[in-house]
Each structure stands twice: as structure tokens, then as C-alpha cells.
């Protein structure tokens, strides 16, 4: 299911927690694969890795919150009704 994101656009900003994120996960691809911090390679590398996680997380995020959604509002007509 390929779905648009409401919003458009780009971050003009990121935050503390996504730049520690990224770094990290610059680090671990260095590790894994004996490439060195800075090189072009890792830096496509993690572009690429960034671009997947985006892509899985716009993929499935809707459908696991609308179906968080939905079990909640079960709840809570279930709830009423007692």
C-alpha cells in the first residue's frame, strides 16, 4: 500500500535524538562494514539506510496507530455499555 504522508514538505530542523540516532547508526555501519567514518561509501550508505527506515515507517506507522485507534475506541464503547 503506498500511501502520501499528509504533510509535505521537509524538516528544517532535526532534533537532538534524530542527529544522536543517525550518528549512531553511522558508527555501527563503520563497524559492520570496515568502512571509515566519513567516507563517501558510509555516507551513501546511511543516506540509503535513512531513506528505507522512512520509507518502512510511512508503510506501516498509519496502519499500526489506526489499528491502536480502533482497538481503543472498542474499549471504550465496551466500557460505556457496562
Request: net charge positive; charged share 25%.
Amino acid at each position: 500500500m503506498n500511501r502520501s504522508p499528509m504533510v509535505a514538505g521537509n524538516a528544517t530542523k532535526r532534533s537532538k535524538l534524530v542527529e544522536a540516532t543517525l550518528a549512531k547508526m553511522a558508527a555501527r555501519l563503520a563497524e559492520a562494514t570496515g568502512l571509515s567514518e566519513g567516507s563517501p561509501a558510509l555516507a551513501a550508505l546511511l543516506k540509503l539506510s535513512t531513506e528505507v527506515v522512512e520509507r518502512v515507517v510511512w508503510e506501516v506507522v498509519p496502519d499500526l496507530a489506526e489499528q491502536i485507534i480502533r482497538e481503543n475506541l472498542e474499549h471504550l464503547a465496551a466500557s460505556r455499555r457496562s
